[in-house]
């Protein structure tokens, strides 16, 4: 009688998000690896007993008694909320999602940002509330500065979608980048001359120790009078209280902002009530769970082989 070899359970992974969709990822997840067990934080048993973590912005103390977690997974791109935490185990790896799908949502969130400024449809839109019929002549692409602060996976796709729309786009992030059409720029010597000709601003920096409140009211004050700022990165970024202040005074025209120093916006902030800008509930990207999944899976498997993982987080550094 042959036998069939049996196949290792890879493991127990707990999931923990606020956000998305606990059977959804289940699911995507055991159809990469069957054997995987995959539960949610208040079914674990005995913490001990969990291999695998795949989490977005877990309690406090989440962690503490997970004494054999292998792997962390921020379930998202920014790590940010991870970074601050003081029970993370010692020698724990953290991967965050890295997909190709995260991406292309997340450029399409841009592209439309960008081009609702490009084309002023927050004109056309005040117009058709008032009944006016308020012709304006369309400027041409390549005479409008789009700035891309933060040129990693997101910020490079955005910027390169950007540029094939015919706009002129400038591109600065911390160490030298290439991005074909793109004119990039590297270090913070560069920086206030990009601020200085960008018509519309696109943040898609890390939130980092060196990138809180980067944007503070001496940078926004280099943007050109009238600017739009365009935040999909992460609030606090921003001096939140002087972008207020500078869309308030028309120094800055508008902005569209998907992020805030404080989430959710609480109700009464003047920003809600501003004309000119348009407000979203932090999802201009989200992990999808077909794709990221594969991703997740493959780095499972690296740790049960031990080889090196893709996408791996250096917290010191913050990203
Ligand atoms: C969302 O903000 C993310 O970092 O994935």
Known sequence: MSTTPVQPAPGTLVFYSDFDDFDTWKHALQAQLPG??????????????????????????????MTNLKLIVNLGAGVD???????????????????????????????????????????????????EWAYRHPRNPGDIRVAVLGLGELGALAASELQRQGLTVLGWSRSPREIEGVQCHAGMDALDGVLGQADIL???????????????????EKLPHGAAVVNVARGAIVDQAALTA???????????????????????????SMPNVLITPHLASVAIPASAA???AANLRRVANGESLTSRVDLQRGY
């Open 81 to 131: 909320s991870l970074a601050a935490r003081d029970d993370l185990p010692a020698h724990v790896p953290i991967t965050r999602i890295s997909d190709p799908n995260m991406a292309r949502m997340m450029a399409s969130y841009v592209l439309f940002a960008t081009l609702r400024h490009a084309r002023e449809i927050p004109h056309f839109e005040a117009a058709q509330r008032r009944g």
């Open 294 to 296: 594969q991703q997740i």
């Open 36 to 65: 995987l067990r995959v539960v949610r934080a208040n079914e674990i048993g005995d913490p001990r007993e969990v291999d695998f973590a795949l989490v977005w912005k877990p309690p406090a103390g989440f962690f503490r008694a």
């Open 246 to 272: 500078l869309l308030q005074s028309g120094q800055i025209g508008a902005a569209t902002l998907d992020v805030f120093e404080k989430e959710p916006l609480p109700s009464g902030d003047p920003l809600w």
């Open 202 to 220: 696109v943040i898609m920096l890390p939130l980092t120790a060196d990138t809180h409140h980067l944007l503070d009211r001496a940078r926004l």
